[in-house]
């Protein structure tokens, strides 16, 4: 295991309220500790050093940020950000020498093969995204889709470094005549013995991605871990996590879409009763969506008085505009406050209610409006994957107040 997967700083930016509200008097709750709620598991070798208490382990590769641990700060801790793999990740010693991580590029004037450290000498831009995998909130779906029963957990916001695309593609003599999308191909061992087309994750995203796209070397400060991508990741704000290439070794423009399985049947809208095909809709850009984080349905119980409603809001590759939070089921609404820096229509914002809640029983949720009029839909889209879900009621959460 290299240093930098054993040695990060465990911050815990993302701390809850209820000691504050205590410490003030108000109204707090009293958690049934989440974390025993789950069968624990522990975490893979590649992402040891995350924070155990934080993650709740799925699988070797499906680990699920818990909804008590969001706290209200933008930037979600690198340690107890969600992690989804579609194949195992590279040996660690990828990591050994980051600079000589080898990229080929296509779809270019001039096709080359460049370095990563060649890739630094291009151009340097940061961004803040929200990264969520495409399946969270599967868990709220009552046909229970196959995959990982994520709820709000498979999804943060961090903090990018890399190079513009837009940059490589300049500097290779721009892109070829005829390309009509960006696909990035991963870096993961295959299995041998059977058609790599099967297995190969390999995405592709309209070419009007190329504008925001980025090959990231960093997250939030630090050089890009082996459990994220490390160490060179195509990034595509406001995309689902899926078209977000980790271990990206390959990057072309293409006329046409990746004909790999994991993009010509995986991630489609595939409607109830039917089967993937290529002429359903691809999981690709996110849509406007929020969720409360606190107080949450740990299973304690509230004290009736004064409490801070918080949570996130993002809206794909529009921003957020307002955000409105209802505290019986969706029945009457009030606007919340967004609070906390705005770091770019990309990331979320977090935002809070301040209310009074008496003695009894409360939905909680909330609903989001982004920059462009799009209002956060009541209901799910019914599919077979379970993806896409920014349901407000299924996110919603009931507490209990005495």
Not at 265 to 288: C, F, I, N, W
Not at 315 to 324: L, M
Request: hydrophobic share 40%; net charge positive.
């Amino acid at each position: 295991m290299t240093k930098e997967l054993t040695s990060l700083p465990r911050r815990h930016l993302l701390a809850g309220t209820a000691g504050a509200l205590a410490a003030a008097g108000l109204g707090t709750w009293s958690s049934a500790a989440s974390a025993q709620t789950e069968a624990a598991k522990p975490l893979p070798g590649y992402a040891s050093w995350k924070s155990g208490d934080s993650l709740i382990v799925h699988s070797s590769n499906t680990l699920e940020t818990r909804r008590s641990a969001f706290g209200t700060s933008v930037i979600t801790p690198s340690e107890q950000l969600y992690v989804r793999n579609n194949l195992p990740p590279p040996d660690a010693s990828v990591l050994a020498d980051r600079d000589a991580w080898v990229l080929d590029i296509e779809g270019v004037q001039h096709p080359r093969q460049l370095t990563l450290g060649q890739l630094k000498t291009l151009g340097l831009e940061t961004v803040t995204t929200v990264l969520q995998c495409s399946g969270n909130g599967r868990g709220f779906f009552p046909s229970k889709p196959s995959g990982t029963p994520w709820k709000v957990g498979a999804a943060g916001c961090v903090v990018w470094s890399g190079v513009p695309l837009r940059a490589v593609a300049e500097a290779l003599g721009g892109v070829a005549d005829g390309m009509a999308y960006i696909t990035g191909t991963g870096g993961e061992k295959l299995p041998e013995g059977i058609d790599p087309k099967t297995v190969v994750v390999e995405r592709s995203v309209p070419i009007k991605a190329l504008g925001d796209a980025l090959l990231a070397w960093e997250m939030n400060g630090q050089p890009l871990s082996l459990a994220h991508g490390g160490p060179l990741r195509l990034i595509v704000p406001g995309y689902q996590g899926v078209n977000n290439i980790k271990y990206v070794k390959r990057l072309a423009f293409t006329a046409k879409e990746s004909d790999a399985k994991i993009m010509a049947h995986g991630y489609r809208m595939t409607p109830p009763g039917a089967k993937a095909d290529p002429s359903q809709p691809s999981v690709l850009e996110m849509s406007v969506k929020s969720w409360v984080n606190s107080p949450n349905a740990d299973g304690g119980t509230l004290t009736a008085g004064r409490v801070q409603i918080h949570g996130v809001a993002f809206g794909g590759t529009q921003a957020v505009k307002r955000v409105e939070v209802s505290t019986d089921g969706g029945k009457t609404w009030r606007e919340a406050r967004l609070v906390g820096p705005d770091l770019g229509k990309f990331a979320w914002r977090q935002f809070v209610l301040s209310t009074e809640l008496p003695a009894g029983t409360h939905t909680l949720t909330s609903r989001a409006t982004d920059a462009a009029g799009n209002v956060q839909p009541e209901g799910r889209v019914d599919n077979v994957g379970g993806y896409n879900n920014t349901s407000w009621r299924d996110h919603a959460v009931t507490v209990t107040v005495a």
